[in-house]
Structure formats: structure tokens, C-alpha cells
């Protein structure tokens, strides 16, 4: 049996804790990868939203506080009167106005509509899968592929929200789960919806080609300051990004547990192991193996047990959060599976596998 085989197959011999081991650092990888799959869904989801239809950055009402910051976004209101005036200073070159609201239907506890002029629609990256677009000064609503599946409704259909009803003239698609299990609408509609007439929830911005955006963010700061914020990137929302930060200490925390938790589990399996083996670790020595080879192949079994580990913690990740994200519960989460994930997970899986194997295998001299 070649030196390979060796490492490969001793770790099972005691099956029993074999699978022990496997499955208390399996359920840290696991717990890692979800983690961390959640986390880049809602790095993922907020900068598709502050960056919608390749906007620079958006301009919402005054933020008065950082716990109101996730409130205030996309729910403020500010005048409409707003866009206009955006929309005149120097260096901008479109400003679109849209205003958002959330309201819950018969099949649905977060229905998102969005109320936006029918020709500025690219702003959020709809492609209409069936039927049309809707238009101004009607009842009609395009509705995300979700949504009509979560609805049981499609085109020519009514769909009622808040006691009025709207009919359904298409079917979009848009690569963000929020947009998709939800609705777009005319924007009086939705203002309407929340008894909010003349009122917006938020501007996009694009700017002038070659112009500096931050200087054209400080010109609407000078101009409108006092009543508007201006949004480019995450760190302006201070409360997604302290829940960001809690997600990435809790994957750093349980990442420290799974090192610590997996460490001691594989050197308990591993120093039992050796112990067991006592006469066939001296046989080893005695057919000329040295030391070096013998503590190598500790390693080695320990190694493998910790890739089976995260083999099946990985999977096991996906599994949960998927099931997460296919509940109600969790309807907007939109989990993201980065190479960076797998990556650290395999990681600290070797490193654990290091850690636990090495002890043992000093242990056997």
C-alpha cells in the first residue's frame, strides 16, 4: 500500500470518530459559508440599489441620525420639486425621481412597489419578459417574476394592493430579488398608495461624462445640504454597514470557534488514533520509516479528515441558506457565493487539520 493510500485510508479505520470529528468542524464551515453568503448578498443588493442603472450615487431626504440612516433611505420623502432642481445644477446629467414603498399582500409579507416615470425604467435594469411596460395616469403595474409566481398571477390579471386595484400588463426580470418579488408602477400611483402626492423617496444621479463626482456631490451638498443627503457607497449608510460589520464579526467569531472547537476535536481523534497504533507506528520504524515520514503521515490523516469536513460543511452552507432564502421568512435574501467564501473556509479547514495533527504526531515518537 503506497505512502498516499496510507494517509487516505487510516483516518477511517474507526469510522465512528471519524464522522464525529468531521461533523463538529463541518458544522463551523458550514455556519462560515453561510455567514458569509449572507453577508456579500447584502453588500451585493445595497450597491446594486445606490448604483441602480449605473447611476453615480443618489441623493435621499436628511439624515438626522445614524439610527435612522436605513429608515430614511429609499422611504424618505422630500419634495418632487427636488428633481428639478438637482437636475440644474452643474455637472449632473440626469436626475430621476422614484419613490418606494412595501406593502403586504394575500401571498406576500413584503410586496415592494416602486413608483417611477415608465421612460426612466432602465434605471433599474427591468428587462419585461411578457406583456409591456406600464404607463402614466392608468392603473397598470408591471410585476416581477416572483412576484407572479408568489401571486399565482400573470398578465391581463388584477392584483390589489391596499384596496386598489391594478392591472398587470407585464412581467420583468432584474436580477435583484427585492425588485423581483415586487412591482413598478407610475409614480403618482405609489404616492398615492402611501398618501404621500408630491412627495419622492429618492433621486438617482448620473453625472456628466468626465466630470468629477465628487465635486458634483459637494455642489448639491453646498446647494441643498440642510435638507438632502447624497449616497455613493455603503460607508454613507451607517446603519447597513454596522450590520455588515456585526455579520463580519460574527463569521470572524465563529471562524475562531471553529479553529479552537476543531482544533481540540481532531487532536483528541488523532491522539487516540496514535495511541491505538502504538505496535504499527514501532513496526513502521522498524521497516526503516523515520520519524519525519511518521509524523508526515499524521498530518497528512489529519488533513484529510478536515477537507471531508469542509467538503460537507460547504455543502451543507449552501443547502441551509438556499432553504433560508426559498422561505418566507427570508423572502429578500439574496445569499452570494464568492470564490473569497470557499476560499476562507478551506483555510481554516487546513489550518485546523495542521494544528490538529501535528501534536499527535509528536506525540508518537
Given amino acids: 500500500m503506497s505512502f498516499l493510500t496510507l494517509i487516505l485510508k487510516n483516518p477511517f479505520r474507526s469510522k465512528s470518530r471519524a464522522i464525529l470529528a468531521i461533523i463538529g468542524i463541518g458544522i463551523g464551515i458550514a455556519t462560515i459559508i453561510a455567514l458569509g453568503a449572507i453577508t456579500d448578498g447584502m453588500i451585493a443588493s445595497a450597491d446594486d440599489t445606490l448604483h441602480a442603472g449605473g447611476c453615480d450615487f ?11 440612516q436605513m429608515a430614511t433611505f429609499g422611504t424618505s420623502t422630500i419634495d418632487e420639486d427636488y428633481i428639478d432642481k438637482i437636475a440644474n ?33 432602465q434605471v433599474s435594469d427591468l428587462t419585461i419578459t411578457e406583456g409591456r411596460m406600464y404607463k402614466n395616469d392608468t392603473n397598470e403595474i408591471v410585476i416581477g417574476k416572483i412576484a407572479s409566481e408568489n401571486e399565482e398571477k400573470g398578465v391581463g390579471d388584477t392584483i390589489t ?11 420583468y426580470e432584474s436580477g435583484n430579488t427585492l425588485q423581483d418579488q415586487g412591482g ?13 402626492e408630491g412627495k419622492i423617496s429618492s433621486i438617482y444621479i448620473k453625472v456628466n461624462d468626465g466630470e468629477d463626482v465628487d465635486k458634483v456631490r459637494d455642489r448639491i451638498t453646498d446647494k ?11 460607508s454613507d449608510l451607517e446603519m447597513t454597514k454596522n450590520m455588515i460589520d456585526m455579520l463580519n464579526g460574527a463569521s470572524l467569531a465563529i471562524s ?23 505496535r504499527e507506528l514501532g513496526v513502521l520504524k522498524a521497516v526503516g520509516w523515520s520519524d519525519e515520514k511518521i509524523l508526515l503521515m499524521i498530518v497528512g490523516e489529519s488533513i484529510v479528515i478536515t477537507i471531508v469536513a469542509g467538503i460537507i460543511g460547504s455543502i451543507v452552507g449552501v443547502i441551509g441558506v438556499e432553504l433560508l ?22 483555510a481554516i479547514a487546513l489550518f485546523v487539520g495542521i494544528i490538529g495533527g501535528i501534536y499527535p504526531a509528536l506525540k508518537s515518537h
Wanted: proline share 2%.
Fill in 89 to 121: 445644477v452643474t455637472g449632473v446629467k440626469d436626475a430621476i425621481g422614484m419613490y418606494m414603498t412595501v406593502l403586504m399582500t394575500t401571498n406576500s409579507p413584503y410586496f415592494a412597489v416602486v413608483g417611477l416615470d415608465p421612460e426612466d425604467y
Fill in 58 to 68: 443618489t441623493v435621499s431626504g436628511k439624515i438626522e441620525s445614524t439610527s435612522s
Fill in 256 to 278: 475562531l470557534l471553529a479553529i479552537i472547537i476543531g482544533a481540540v476535536g481532531i487532536i483528541n481523534t488523532m491522539l487516540t488514533s496514535v495511541f491505538e497504533r502504538t
Fill in 325 to 346: 432564502a426559498a422561505s418566507k421568512i427570508m423572502q429578500l435574501l439574496n445569499p452570494v457565493y464568492s470564490v473569497d467564501i470557499f476560499v476562507k473556509a478551506f
Fill in 161 to 171: 394592493l391596499d384596496d386598489k386595484k391594478f392591472k398587470i400588463v407585464g412581467i
Fill in 184 to 196: 413598478f408602477t407610475a409614480i403618482k400611483n405609489s404616492q398615492k398608495l402611501s398618501k404621500d
Fill in 224 to 234: 441643498y445640504g440642510d435638507n438632502l443627503t447624497t449616497i455613493s457607497s455603503l
